[in-house]
């Protein structure tokens, strides 16, 4: 629990899923809410978003991996890079939704959210073995509990906002848009403390 890195896999994981459980439980219902998108095409929108982030998810490791080994790349850099894309860019998505009113690059936006989150698996992702590949099951199934806490944790918070009186009973959008700074926060705060706290080189408690 003193380690910096173990740390940084903590809060890099309770971001990425607080903002991936409200894109999964709640995206659907602002589509509707805000938008007056219908069913079917809602369901499309959302298929198209998760459909990016799982290709992007299985792709990002062998792209890290061919940087790191072919082009001799330096391995940190790469796997802050690619936590950076996964982490800032739905940083920058976020907010941009409650900036503009266009249902087009609404959709656009979330995509794109939701795609550059895939690149989590070439970053935070495949850390966890080279700082600590002795006990890389423990560690993972540490830093894996606040994420997993992020399932109920994220619509709840974000069910509260609406049934709120913030903002007044009629303005909906003003609460979806503080549900997405929220989670735009914690993506920034969290990413600042994964890029000053990670490592790629073994930690000292785990030479055994």
């Given at each position: 629990m003193k380690s910096g890195a173990v740390w940084s896999s903590i809060l890099s994981k309770f971001a990425c899923s607080y903002g991936f459980y409200m894109f999964l439980s709640k995206i659907p219902a602002y589509l509707d809410q805000a938008y007056n998108v219908d069913i079917v095409?809602?369901?499309?929108?959302?298929a198209?978003?998760?459909g990016s982030y799982g290709l992007l998810c299985f792709l990002s490791p062998y792209l890290s991996n061919w940087m790191i080994e072919r082009k001799?790349?330096?391995k940190l850099m790469i796997r802050k890079l690619f936590q950076a894309i996964a982490m800032l860019i739905p940083c920058i998505c976020l907010i941009a939704i409650t900036l503009v009113d266009d249902k087009t690059i609404m959709i656009i936006l979330l995509i794109?959210?939701?795609l550059s989150y895939g690149f989590f698996t070439g970053g935070e992702w495949t850390m966890v073995s080279e700082y600590s590949p002795n006990f890389v099951g423990v560690i993972?199934?540490?830093i894996h509990m606040p994420g997993f806490i992020t399932?109920?944790?994220?619509?709840?918070?974000?069910?509260?906002?609406l049934d709120s009186n913030i903002g007044g009973n009629g303005d909906e959008r003003f609460k979806w848009n503080i549900s997405f700074w929220i989670s735009a926060s914690l993506y920034f705060i969290c990413y600042l403390a994964f890029y000053f706290l990670s490592t790629v080189e073994q930690e000292n408690w785990d030479k055994i």
């Open positions: 095409e809602n369901g499309f929108i959302c198209a978003a998760f001799k790349w330096n794109m959210a939701m993972s199934g540490l399932g109920f944790l994220s619509p709840y918070i974000v069910g509260m906002i």
